[in-house]
Nanobody, 125 residues
Framework: QVQLVESGGGLVQAGGSLRLACAASGRAFSTLNMGWFHQAPGKEREFIAAIGRSGVTTYYADSVKGRFTISRDNAKNTVILQMNNLKPEDTAVYYC??????????????????WGQGTQVTVSS
């Protein structure tokens, strides 16, 4: 079992920044690929970014490239999503996810085995 707890959400004006953190416990963190997704009301859960076990490999949705950065600290069992130049369309609940899979990084929710409870991000125009 893996437990994931997100933090750092909130209300910010368009153009502002937020830093989301996800703390993991219950399994060796360095064995997990990690991802961030978001879900707006009435919409499906969407991929934002993923990072490989060592932190070297990353993968981003086109909508956030150049604005968001995913990173991880395996010593602290934490994955970070730095969000800059936020837009109103970024408003959603943001979820941290962990994958046990040994393959490459995935943008499909079905490929992730564990999920956090989510943190709300609201961007005002």
């Amino acid at each position: 079992q893996v437990q994931l707890v997100e933090s750092g959400g909130g209300l910010v004006q368009a153009g502002g920044s937020l830093r989301l953190a996800c703390a993991a416990s219950g399994r060796a963190f360095s064995t997990l690929n990690m991802g961030w997704f978001h879900q707006a009301p009435g919409k499906e859960r969407e991929f934002i970014a993923a990072i490989g076990r060592s932190g070297v490999t990353t993968y981003y949705a086109d909508s956030v490239k150049g604005r968001f950065t995913i990173s991880r600290d395996n010593a602290k069992n934490t994955v970070i999503l730095q969000m800059n130049n936020l837009k109103p369309e970024d408003t959603a609940v943001y979820y941290c996810a962990a994958s046990l899979a040994g393959l490459g990084l995935s943008n499909y929710p079905r490929d992730y085995d564990y999920w956090g409870q989510g943190t709300q991000v609201t961007v005002s125009s």
